[in-house]
């Protein structure tokens, strides 16, 4: 398990010379696994899968989107082999945005849970994996030059989405493109960075308020509007999400693992473990295992298996996609 659990992303096909890997494949059980470097987005093009990452179990239905954040960890599984998925890897170190800016940011970008205002871009996102996939499966039949520089241009249009509409920050932004949300959208992700970067020590609102060159009480203020909406959930929250690592790549104790994540008694990391997670560290921990013992079974798929249903996909999407915007 605890060797197992690191994808290794050489073995992802990537398109040369540029940030992109794609993958299509039907899945009956993926390991838990998590990748480095690169952010995935999965679409899910033909029947069902059921995707598990980090404290969130989905269910994915064709034409979902959902996005994989680096380092976090994730398996999938269908009892049914009538799927087909696409994965596109973003490798973050490649894109014109910063990696050290990237690599601590959270995304949640999931089709079945948008806001009004992110139900726009989540068509863009669309739009552009199912640009990619035919781009990439029909290559020999589509007269573009310079497909390199397209793959690139595509990649940093979907990052740029991702930032301005899918950061953790949207959840609590409900006008996304003003200046006064973007000055709060860099103090969240300001924030959002420290406490990622010195979850193993103590850190007060004092501390973080005087960072910021604001008062505690409108810190606080700032805060109970994010989906933390306290402090005390939001480095709670990045001390579980940080002890996921522990617990799953090493044979360390919960108790050892609680001091190395920064909480101050074993009995607050079970009890936040368990209120973001849903059980407790041990089970988590269980859960994975029995997981990581399951025999690995997807098929990696042909472009000429893929194309006929992608065009099929592609029409059955435009076709819903016109009739629903209004």
Not at 16 to 25: A, C, D, I, R
Not at 35 to 62: F, V
Not at 120 to 149: F, V
Not at 212 to 232: A, G, H, V
Request: aromatic residues 14%.
């Amino acid at each position: 398990m605890y060797t197992d659990i690191i994808a290794n992303e050489n073995s992802i096909q990537k398109i040369k010379n540029t940030p992109l890997g794609v993958s299509f494949y039907n899945v009956t059980n993926i390991k838990p696994h998590r990748h480095e470097t690169l952010l995935e987005i999965i679409l899910c093009l033909k029947g069902n899968i059921q995707l598990i990452s980090a404290d969130q179990t989905i269910e994915l239905r064709e034409g979902d989107v959902f996005s994989i954040d680096c380092m976090d960890i994730h398996y999938l599984h269908s009892e049914s082999k009538n799927n087909i998925v696409m994965s596109l890897y973003i490798d973050l170190s490649q894109v014109d945005s910063s990696f050290d800016y990237l690599k601590y940011t959270f995304f949640t970008c999931r089709s079945d849970a948008c806001n009004q205002y992110q139900k726009l871009p989540m068509y863009n996102i669309t739009d552009t994996l199912l640009s990619i996939a035919y781009i990439y499966l029909s290559n020999e039949d589509l007269n573009i030059h310079g497909h390199t520089n397209l793959y690139s241009r595509l990649a940093n249009k979907l990052i740029n989405i991702m930032l301005s509409y899918f950061e953790w920050y949207d959840y609590m932004n409900t006008n996304p493109n003003t200046n006064t949300n973007n000055i709060s959208r860099e103090r969240f992700n300001r924030i959002l960075k420290f406490c990622q970067q010195n979850y193993m020590n103590k850190i007060t609102v004092s501390e973080i308020a005087s960072r910021e060159f604001i008062n505690e009480n409108y810190l606080s203020q700032f805060l109970s509007k994010s989906p933390f909406q306290s402090f005390s959930n939001m480095i709670n929250y990045i001390r579980c999400y940080q002890s996921e690592t522990f617990l799953l790549t090493t044979n360390l104790p919960n108790i050892e693992i609680s001091y190395k994540c920064g909480f101050s008694d074993p009995k607050y990391f079970y009890k936040n473990f368990k209120k973001w997670y849903g059980h407790t560290p041990s089970e988590h921990r269980n859960q994975y295992i029995q997981q990581s013992n399951t025999l690995q079974q997807y098929q990696i798929l042909q472009n000429s298996d893929i194309l006929y249903i992608l065009e099929k996909h592609i029409a059955r999407y435009h076709t819903f996609k016109i009739t629903s915007i209004t």
